[in-house]
């Protein structure tokens, strides 16, 4: 099949193409697509080389299935273009609660995929794709009445962009703060242009606009994504935190259950699910941070303990890569239940 990437030199469209390289789907022909900007950059898949194309003139007929990890903005232009000849799996949050867009995470509702109105299909959010595949066998053994959920998310996240502002605001900081001459007056020479402040040895609990009611638009798209992708009765509550690292989001998740579990269950349940890893020790070094996930496929779960302060409520830790778990994976295993389904094509 011929398979187009558009924003193909982004964060995302990169790893796409890294996985699509691992995972050997049949590609037939394939389109690296971007803005005017990127066109004629090179990148490799299977010892072959592709020249990044121009968006605003590619034709879409020439595709079976279309990755697109450009941007709301860029999904909003051309995707109903692109779906018009080919299955489109959009990766910004545009299209994700279109009543009409099935959202999708292959390992909890695979089913979905059948729903196709308007060839299109929405990939999650990056910290709700990892919180759904954990939350999914739970749910279905225990029934979930409502989660609360702080995030520690990375900076990738919000694209190349704020990686490199979290690495030049680091470098600053180390070069003008040394042990015995730290002055707060000093802060000022750090400018923060993606995030609203400094990010460099420092958490911002705010990502995305503010809704009325307080929220921002990051955690709202987790209420939002997991009523429609695992269940709607599901009550949840999220405070999301930008951290200073890299790659991987990190998730504290208190759930309660209107059934009784015991741990020995819970652990065994998510050590059989696809997509999950158990790493649990009550020791020190026990358990999975973010710079462990990196470049993993696995959901992985720690810290596992009874919330002893409300019957039927457990505490989890749940660690994910969320350029690879979080966006580029599990949009190519969207592609690979199409391939499944037989549901490729115009």
């Excluded at 999708?104 to 794709?129: D, G, M, W």
């Excluded at 059989?272 to 990196?294: F, W």
């Excluded at 992985?300 to 660690?319: A, F, H, Q």
């Excluded at 580029?328 to 389904?341: R, S």
Aim: charged residues 25%; positive net charge.
């Amino acid at each position: 099949m011929n398979i187009a990437i558009v924003g193909a030199t982004g964060n995302v469209g990169r790893k796409i193409l890294e996985v699509l390289e691992i995972r050997k789907l049949p590609i037939k022909e394939l389109f690296l697509v971007a803005s005017s900007k990127s066109v004629g950059q090179k990148f490799k898949l299977n010892n072959k080389e592709y020249k990044v194309l121009n968006l605003e003139t590619f034709d879409f007929s020439r595709v079976h299935i279309t990755f697109f990890a450009a941007g709301g903005k860029i999904s909003e232009k051309f995707v109903s273009k692109a779906a018009q000849y080919s299955k489109v799996i959009d990766n910004s949050s545009f299209y994700r609660m279109d009543p009409h867009v099935p959202l999708i995470v292959p390992q909890v509702n695979p089913e979905s995929i059948k729903n196709l109105k308007k060839n299109i299909i929405a990939n999650p959010n990056c910290s709700t794709a990892q919180l759904v595949i954990a939350l999914k066998p739970l749910h279905d053994a225990f029934i979930i009445k409502r989660v609360v959920v702080s995030t520690y998310q990375s900076v990738s996240g919000g694209g190349k962009a704020p990686m490199d502002e979290l690495l030049d605001q680091t470098q600053i900081y180390l070069k003008n703060y040394p042990k015995h001459n730290y002055s707060k007056n000093k802060l000022k020479k750090i400018q923060s242009k993606n995030f609203t402040k400094q990010i460099a040895f420092n958490v911002i609990p705010h990502i995305g606009l503010f809704s009325t009611e307080g929220y921002t638009q990051e955690e709202l798209k987790m209420v939002n994504e997991t009523k429609k992708i695992l269940d709607p009765n599901i009550e949840l509550t999220a405070t999301c935190v930008r951290i200073p690292v890299l790659v991987s989001h990190s998730e504290s998740v208190n759930i309660e259950f209107k059934k009784s579990f015991t741990l020995k269950k819970v652990k065994n349940l998510l050590s059989k699910t696809e997509g999950c890893k158990v790493y649990d020790s009550r020791e020190n070094g026990g358990y999975i941070t973010p710079i462990e996930a990196e470049g993993k496929n696995e959901t992985y779960i720690s810290r596992i303990r009874e919330d002893k302060t409300k019957k039927n409520c457990l505490n989890l830790w749940i660690v994910s890569d969320n350029l690879l778990r979080g966006a580029a994976l599990n949009a190519v295993e969207i592609a690979e239940l199409l391939i499944k389904n037989k549901l490729y094509g115009k």
